[in-house]
């Protein structure tokens, strides 16, 4: 039985600061503690340095009677505050950046393409934020010029522009080693590698479907919200609700909301939009997918995970998705 010290939103999510809990090891004692807590208390830990008897310490290490663990987040104000289960920042960041497209996409396409490469461009700032927190360093810059590129590309050239975007982006990414040694490492040039052709793809899809109307990019957005608020409803209401998980919310919410988008959109059909939406529910996993590895190192399904602009991370690979929709049914 060793005793477990929690600071910051461990501390909140465990509703303690000292407790007592069993284990060999410290990994036997961080997941008992995870087992009695739950998901928010998990995707805090992810971030958090451990300390034993003031020294740091990884899973193997063995405690005992009268050791003590301590759990504290970075404190740079960066990631860990922001997966506080109760902080409403990532929530109120992802609904000003809704409300910022929908009004570019009333405006004109030009406006559109503008918010939604400088969506994307937050977005990649935040997630390497995020992972310089947990101390995985990765270039972020080959990824932010990949993406301006890829927005304009495809407003000017289409389908082709934001091929050659890519391309570009690729080959930014795999050359940037050449100027900082400090990236030549497989791992930081994947991670950048899967940044640059994330967002890229998400922002060059959103101007992709502006294309189409501003009719078929309200419906996309109407689309996102239905799923976000779905998702945020049973994370904040009905988190032990059996069966019932704020992905799974957010794949109903998504559907819902196609069906209504389908009374917005005169340019789409009813059947258009519910395929091309459940094509952006897959979009959607996988930016979670992506955005929970890229912020945690890990695959986090119900939880929320450091970082401000979380709220998007979905969306990113949505917007692809319902692009893809669109595509397949002509």
């Given at each position: 039985m060793a005793t477990v010290r929690l600071f910051a939103n461990l501390r909140e999510a465990a509703g303690a600061g000292r407790i007592d809990l069993p284990g060999d090891t410290v990994g036997d004692v961080l997941d008992a503690a995870i087992a009695r807590f739950g998901g928010d208390f998990a995707a805090g830990l992810t971030v958090a340095n451990v300390w034993v008897n003031g020294d740091a310490a990884d899973r193997e290490t063995s405690v005992g009677p009268g050791d003590e663990i301590a759990l504290i987040?970075?404190?740079?104000?960066?990631?860990?505050?922001?997966?506080?289960?109760?902080?409403?920042?990532?929530?109120?960041?992802?609904?000003?950046?809704?409300?910022?497209?929908?009004?570019?996409?009333?405006?004109?396409?030009?406006?559109?393409?503008?918010?939604?490469?400088?969506?994307?461009?937050?977005?990649?700032?935040?997630?390497?934020?995020?992972?310089?927190?947990?101390?995985?360093?990765?270039p972020v810059i080959p990824a932010l010029a990949a993406v301006t590129a890829a927005g304009n590309a495809s407003y000017r050239w289409g389908v082709a522009g934001l091929a050659g975007a890519l391309g570009l982006g690729l080959i930014l990414v795999l050359a940037w080693p050449l100027f900082e040694a400090r990236y030549r490492n497989l791992e930081a040039m994947a991670a950048a590698g899967l940044m640059t052709l994330t967002a890229s793809v998400g922002a060059g899809a959103m101007v992709l479907i502006r294309v189409e109307s501003a009719a078929t990019v309200t419906a996309f957005l109407l689309i996102m919200l239905f799923g976000a608020i779905a998702a945020w409803t049973v994370r904040r209401f009905l988190p032990d609700l059996a069966g019932v998980d704020p992905n799974l919310a957010a794949s109903v919410g998504v559907l819902v909301g196609a069906l209504v988008a389908a009374t917005v959109a005169d340019t789409l059909t009813t059947t258009v939009t519910v395929v091309a939406g459940a094509v952006a529910v897959a979009g959607w996993f996988g930016g979670k997918v992506i955005g929970s590895m890229l912020r945690s190192g890990d695959v986090a399904h119900t939880t929320r995970e450091p970082g401000l602009l979380t709220a998007i991370d979905g969306v990113v690979l949505a917007s692809a998705g319902f692009w893809a929709g669109l595509l397949l049914l002509g």
């Open positions: 987040p970075p404190v740079s104000g960066g990631a860990a505050a922001a997966a506080s289960p109760h902080d409403a920042t990532p929530g109120l960041l992802g609904l000003i950046l809704l409300a910022t497209f929908l009004i570019a996409n009333v405006i004109n396409l030009q406006a559109l393409t503008f918010a939604a490469v400088g969506g994307a461009l937050a977005w990649l700032w935040d997630l390497g934020d995020t992972m310089r927190e947990r101390s995985f360093d990765v």
